[in-house]
């Protein structure tokens, strides 16, 4: 069965982006790209909500030629990557993407029964209809010390409790990143 992750860049307060949408705190410097980049190339499938889509599609495939190395390599990186996007609003994706509008569990359930590789989860709303049914078995939390004092929310509430297990923590110049098994 396929592994799913669900990692983010978030405030101390745990936010993935500030009241005004902005996440320009989240810019990784040299290590840190990097790491993403050679992380995400080992993602057998990316999952991503609407706006998360939408905001990485206004961007990488559209990189300036003078964009660093690193940049350069993850654009690449992401147009070819396979995608499945989860909207009920957009009509066509592109890059490599493919759009689901109905049943977000029912197809991620699909997509974990069909291989045994690893995939991503990137966007709060969609993550936060995934976390419910137990289908995320990793976070991985960026963690910038920064507080926002409100935003987005990485977690949804919710009314039972999940249980972690830590697996590992890494430090790096600009964050903290901290890995969790779901129990």
Not at 67 to 78: D, G, M, T, Y
Not at 102 to 125: F, H, I, P, Q
């Given at each position: 069965m396929?592994?799913?992750?669900?990692?983010?860049?978030?405030?101390l307060?745990?936010?993935?982006?500030?009241?005004?949408?902005?996440?320009?705190?989240?810019?990784?410097?040299?290590?840190?790209?990097?790491?993403?980049?050679?992380?995400?190339?080992?993602?057998?499938?990316?999952?991503?909500?609407?706006?998360?889509?939408?905001?990485?599609?206004?961007?990488?495939?559209?990189?300036?030629n003078?964009?660093?190395?690193?940049?350069?390599?993850?654009?690449?990186?992401?147009?070819?990557?396979?995608?499945?996007?989860?909207?009920?609003?957009?009509?066509?994706?592109?890059?490599?993407s493919?759009?689901?509008?109905?049943?977000?569990?029912?197809?991620?359930?699909?997509?974990?029964?069909?291989?045994?590789g690893?995939?991503?989860?990137?966007?709060a709303?969609?993550?936060?209809?995934?976390?419910?049914?137990?289908?995320?078995?990793?976070?991985?939390?960026?963690?910038?010390?920064?507080?926002?004092?409100?935003?987005?929310?990485?977690?949804?509430?919710s009314?039972?409790?999940?249980?972690?297990?830590?697996?590992?923590?890494?430090?790096?110049?600009?964050?903290?990143?901290?890995?969790?098994?779901?129990?």
């Amino acid at each position: 069965m396929r592994k799913l992750i669900y990692g983010y860049g978030v405030s101390l307060d745990g936010h993935i982006n500030d009241r005004d949408g902005n996440i320009d705190w989240t810019d990784p410097d040299e290590e840190l790209h990097q790491f993403h980049n050679d992380r995400y190339r080992q993602l057998e499938i990316a999952l991503h909500g609407r706006r998360l889509y939408e905001l990485m599609a206004e961007y990488w495939p559209h990189i300036p030629n003078t964009a660093s190395p690193i940049e350069r390599e993850f654009a690449e990186l992401w147009t070819q990557k396979p995608k499945v996007v989860f909207s009920r609003t957009l009509t066509e994706v592109h890059w490599n993407s493919r759009l689901v509008s109905d049943n977000a569990v029912e197809e991620v359930r699909k997509l974990k029964a069909a291989g045994d590789g690893v995939m991503e989860v990137g966007g709060a709303n969609l993550a936060a209809s995934l976390i419910p049914h137990g289908l995320i078995d990793e976070y991985q939390l960026f963690i910038s010390p920064v507080l926002l004092g409100g935003g987005t929310p990485m977690f949804p509430t919710s009314d039972k409790r999940l249980t972690l297990r830590l697996i590992e923590t890494r430090h790096f110049a600009t964050v903290v990143m901290l890995r969790y098994l779901a129990e």
